[in-house]
């Protein structure tokens, strides 16, 4: 089992760009999670999506958004990048249903630098 | 809304030294509390949990009891190792954010030396 997977692992762009960043969830884990990690903070939520919707929204701007596929990975957009969306983000996989009971996994993250 | 404070760092410890990292929470009702870890160049990994007052999370012989009348969490390992050092989050899921949605203190880097 590869566990949540992302790429790319790092990824330089420039202000005004756009970037997608993708994730493959755990295997037979159905909900996919996005998380902005800024430097020496802790991760801040930015969406949820399960059965292919987004069920549940961090306080960020609609320049973020995402996508889940059939098969439960996910894409996270981010347009006219700004300075300040440089981070590290972090996909997490989990079971809907029982979040109670089952551990949401974590990936490696994607290490974004705007420039 | 949900939020977690935990003390800041760096931590600086000798190895074999007893480790506190504290945590108090802010949530409605009952939400249910977890310590990440996370090493140089990687993600989070759940490093323990607790889902009930009174509920004792423990892993690695790392410990945390879930405090309602405090709103407290803290983390606490009798004896660290050089092979601890890393940066970990108090966090929390349920109240007034959903179960789903997990909220993370600011996380308090821990450097054991030898």
């Known amino acids: 089992d590869a566990g949540v997977t992302q790429s790319p692992t790092h990824l330089i762009k420039t202000r005004g760009q756009q970037v997608t960043l993708r994730c493959s969830p755990k295997?037979?884990?159905?909900?996919v999670s996005w998380y902005q990690q800024a430097l020496g903070q802790g991760p801040q939520f930015i969406f949820q999506?399960?059965?292919?919707?987004?069920?549940q929204r961090g306080n960020f701007p609609d320049r973020f958004s995402g996508h889940q596929f059939p098969n439960y990975s996910s894409e996270l957009n981010v347009n006219a990048l700004l300075l300040g969306d440089s981070a590290l983000y972090l996909c997490?996989?989990?079971?809907?249903?029982?979040?109670?009971?089952?551990?949401?996994?974590f990936g490696q993250g994607t290490r974004l630098t705007v420039v | 809304g949900n939020s977690v404070t935990q003390m800041e760092g760096p931590v600086t410890l000798s190895e074999e030294a007893f480790l506190t990292i504290n945590c108090t929470y802010t949530a409605t009702g009952y939400p249910s509390l977890f310590w990440y870890v996370q090493y140089p160049g990687e993600g989070l990994q759940l490093l323990l949990k607790a889902t009930k007052a009174d509920d004792k999370g423990s892993n690695k012989g790392f410990e945390a009891t879930y405090r309602k009348e405090t709103t407290s969490f803290h983390l606490e390992k009798g004896s660290v190792q050089v092979s601890d050092s890393a940066v970990y989050f108090c966090a929390l899921s349920g109240g007034s954010g959903g179960y789903q949605k997990v909220t993370f203190g600011t996380g308090t880097k821990l450097q054991v030396i030898p």
């Open positions: 295997s037979g884990h159905d909900t």
């Open positions: 997490a996989s989990s079971f809907f249903v029982d979040p109670l009971n089952t551990e949401a996994f």
């Open positions: 999506y399960y059965e292919e919707e987004e069920r």
